[in-house]
Every structure is written in C-alpha cells, then in structure tokens.
C-alpha cells in the first residue's frame, strides 16, 4: 500500500511543477486537513488545498524528497524526508522532517507534520477517517 503514497506524491509534485491546480486539488478529500510547515497554517477542504498550492506554486526552492514510508494504520503512513524551501528573506531551508498522511476513500484527508511514528500512530488512530 506504501505505492498509494508514492503514486499521490508523484502526481502532486508533478502538478505543482506543471502549475496544474486542478490536478493538485483532485488528490485531496473534500473534508481535507493539511498542517503546512513551510507556512506554519492549517489549510481546510478544497479552498485550503487551493491555497496551499499557491504557496507551494511560488516558491523559488521547493524540494520535498521522501526517504522512507511506514505504514501505522490501514489508511494512514509516517512519512519521513527532507524539506528544501525558500523561504521569506531569501534563506533556504534544508531540514529533515515527518509527515502523517490519512487516506480516505484514495484521496488525501490529512496531512500533517508529527515528531516521531509514535505521535503519528497516536494521531492516526484518534482522527482516523470514519
């Protein structure tokens, strides 16, 4: 199942690439929670995926890279990577990080930033998908 996360990554990265916000927002649940480290906001259902994209859109330096996927749930994965962003001021972040990702009915229901796997298990089975 670790190819669902792989396939949905490849497909909204190559839709920011592209600018295809309509291929972007598609990946995305209509209840969706995204938790953005870059912004430090929470974005919520299609106008939050909307707006996340035009962050991700206007970065001159946005690498995300993922290094290792484990599932901890039937619909949710730890994600662990690395983060490469401009951001204000011209700095370039490079930093290493986490990510929970729940699926629900394929599509992306939230997608958060977690400290560890056991924060992400912890998470994934108190807000799991209905």
Known sequence: MDEAIRSIYARAATAVKQKDR??????FH???ELRS?????????????????DVLTTRLVLAPTIVEIE?????????SGRLQASMPGGVI???????LVVLDEGLIWR??????????EVI??????N
């Open 30 to 32: 209509p209840e969706v």
């Open 22 to 27: 309509g291929a972007f927002v598609e990946l």
């Open 37 to 53: 480290t870059i912004t430090d906001q929470v974005y919520r259902g299609h106008e939050g995926a909307n707006a996340w994209f």
């Open 93 to 99: 972040a490079d930093r290493p990080i986490t990510w």
């Open 124 to 129: 994934a089975h108190r807000a799991g998908p």
């Open 71 to 79: 599932s901890v749930d039937a619909n949710a994965w730890y994600v």
């Open 111 to 120: 997608f958060q930033p977690v400290d560890s796997r056991v924060d992400a």
